[in-house]
């Protein structure tokens, strides 16, 4: 569990016995009592079994893959998968390889809907590159925190610079978001658009042995 999950649901409770002792009727709690077990079932934070592999990818994120995509950028050919965060997934976000946060960006931007495209570039986002190291050395992969319409905090509890070990617990994003991961254009994807993941525990791509090395 989160423990966001405990701050709102001890609050709601804190209403709800409030109410039925101001009211003298116990039907006013039952919406502030309903609502904190959806926070605390929301905020729920399952085990995982990480993969054990050389250069496998995993998904940083629980939720539907929408897309994937080859792109160009500045460092040349890559492969985007985006994956969408819906109210009912569990939204605590892991680390995709195992390394170093060699760069962290927070960008202020929009609430669009995570399902839009153009909520990629111009949504409230936290981006990541991992720097492989040990059975990921040789290659980075980058990933992107996207805030959505009802998304309206982004959490992540590492720094640049830190050790991060495969499917480790990162960060939150709260509500309805969406995740992309930007892996290099060599890697041979394990996931098809309309696939359902499971952060830390799904192989999203995997590096053809001796890539990057």
């Given at each position: 569990?989160?423990?966001?999950?405990?701050?709102y649901?001890?609050?709601?409770?804190?209403?709800?016995?409030?109410l039925?002792?101001?009211?003298?009727?116990?039907?006013?709690?039952?919406?502030p009592a309903?609502?904190?077990a959806?926070?605390?079932?929301f905020?729920r934070d399952?085990?995982?079994?990480?993969?054990?592999?050389s250069?496998?990818?995993?998904?940083?994120?629980d939720?539907l893959?929408?897309?994937?995509?080859?792109i160009d950028?500045?460092?040349g050919r890559?492969q985007?998968?985006?994956?969408?965060?819906s109210?009912?997934d569990?939204h605590?976000?892991r680390a995709p390889i195992?390394?170093?946060?060699?760069?962290?960006h927070?960008?202020?931007?929009?609430?669009?809907?995570?399902?839009?495209?153009?909520?990629?570039?111009?949504?409230?986002?936290?981006?990541?590159?991992?720097?492989?190291?040990?059975p990921d050395?040789g290659?980075?992969?980058?990933?992107?925190q996207?805030?959505?319409?009802?998304?309206?905090r982004?959490?992540?509890?590492c720094r640049?610079?830190?050790?991060?070990?495969?499917?480790?617990r990162?960060?939150?994003i709260?509500?309805g978001s969406?995740?992309?991961?930007?892996?290099?254009?060599?890697?041979?994807?394990?996931?098809?658009?309309g696939q359902?993941?499971?952060g830390?525990?799904?192989?999203?791509?995997?590096?053809?042995q001796?890539a990057?090395?």
């Amino acid at each position: 569990m989160v423990r966001d999950g405990y701050m709102y649901a001890f609050s709601l409770i804190a209403v709800a016995i409030a109410l039925i002792l101001f009211t003298g009727a116990w039907e006013w709690g039952i919406g502030p009592a309903l609502l904190a077990a959806f926070f605390l079932w929301f905020f729920r934070d399952p085990r995982r079994t990480i993969p054990i592999g050389s250069g496998l990818i995993v998904s940083p994120g629980d939720g539907l893959v929408t897309e994937t995509a080859a792109i160009d950028t500045t460092e040349g050919r890559r492969q985007r998968i985006s994956i969408f965060l819906s109210v009912f997934d569990v939204h605590v976000n892991r680390a995709p390889i195992g390394g170093v946060l060699s760069q962290v960006h927070y960008q202020k931007g929009e609430f669009l809907n995570a399902m839009n495209r153009a909520s990629a570039e111009r949504n409230e986002q936290n981006s990541v590159t991992v720097r492989g190291q040990g059975p990921d050395a040789g290659f980075e992969v980058t990933f992107r925190q996207i805030a959505g319409l009802l998304a309206r905090r982004i959490v992540f509890s590492c720094r640049e610079g830190e050790m991060v070990e495969r499917g480790q617990r990162v960060g939150l994003i709260k509500f309805g978001s969406r995740v992309d991961v930007v892996i290099p254009g060599e890697a041979m994807l394990r996931v098809k658009v309309g696939q359902r993941v499971k952060g830390g525990a799904s192989i999203l791509a995997e590096m053809p042995q001796g890539a990057g090395k």
